[in-house]
């Protein structure tokens, strides 16, 4: 209990450090706009110099605003909201609304959910954010194209002298891609904060989705292979079926 009440009060004080640090940022970022605004039309070599040092600070303020916000909501985890929910719908949702650019990068994306699956209790918003980061990274990975493959299963718990249906066990969901994919040294460290292989990248993204993962209760592992691809396992539990009074 010691060890929860320290992390929480750690969390809080490095979630308000960030937020006074954003508030400088947007200082910063404001101050560059008006800056900006003063060499819209550059006419001197010297003014031109001093416009693209104005646009290289702003993309660096944007940067470390963005790192904030990630930040802030890999501290600053929240009490989940969860609600029984549909896990093969959730799925199809987020793959129709990511199915237009992930055609244009000549990816297909793929759903399958079995038919005994039973509802999950799930902070959907939350799981959403994990698993649309998992497709994101997913979609990164396949620069040339390939194929992106959600499949949820039921695995009941068989206890003797118990029907599976009255043993609810988990759900398990994965995430397969066909991409670049990772070697081992990178699979043993993908899951700790600020380790990225994006030049653009902050590190929190999947830290962020073992966190969610853990918060419902849950796993998540990787398994993947240089240049054949990459799958990511997530485990929940399944609520225990309330008996009928």
């Not at 470390?64 to 009490?79: C, H």
């Not at 991409?179 to 699979?187: N, S």
């Not at 292979?225 to 990459?230: A, D, L, N, S």
């Not at 997530?234 to 009928?244: A, C, H, N």
């Amino acid at each position: 209990m010691d060890d929860e009440r320290s992390y929480i009060e750690l969390a809080e004080l490095a979630g308000g450090f960030i937020h006074e640090i954003k508030n400088h940022i947007n200082t910063l970022s404001l101050n560059l706009q008006l800056l900006s605004e003063d060499f819209e039309s550059p006419e001197t070599p010297r003014e031109r110099q001093a416009a693209g040092r104005i646009a290289r600070l702003t993309e660096e303020c944007r940067r470390l605003s963005d790192l904030a916000n990630d930040f802030l909501r890999y501290a600053r985890m929240t009490e989940l909201a969860s609600t029984p929910t549909a896990l093969g719908e959730l799925m199809t949702r987020l793959a129709d609304f990511l199915a237009p650019t992930a055609r244009v990068m000549g990816i297909d994306i793929h759903c399958y959910s079995a038919p005994d699956l039973p509802l999950v209790p799930l902070d959907q918003e939350l799981f959403e954010k994990a698993l649309l980061n998992l497709m994101l990274n997913a979609e990164d990975a396949m620069p040339n194209g390939g194929t992106l493959t959600l499949q949820a299963r039921h695995i009941p718990n068989r206890t003797l002298g118990q029907e599976p249906d009255q043993v609810p066990g988990e759900v398990v969901l994965d995430v397969i891609d066909t991409g670049c994919g990772m070697d081992a040294e990178l699979q043993a460290k993908i899951f700790r904060p600020f380790v990225t292989t994006k030049s653009d990248g902050h590190g929190l993204g999947l830290a962020t989705v073992r966190k969610i993962v853990r918060a419902h209760g849950g796993q998540i592992h990787v398994q993947s292979e240089p240049k054949r691809g990459t799958k990511f396992t997530i485990r929940l539990p399944v609520s225990p079926i309330t008996p009928p009074v």
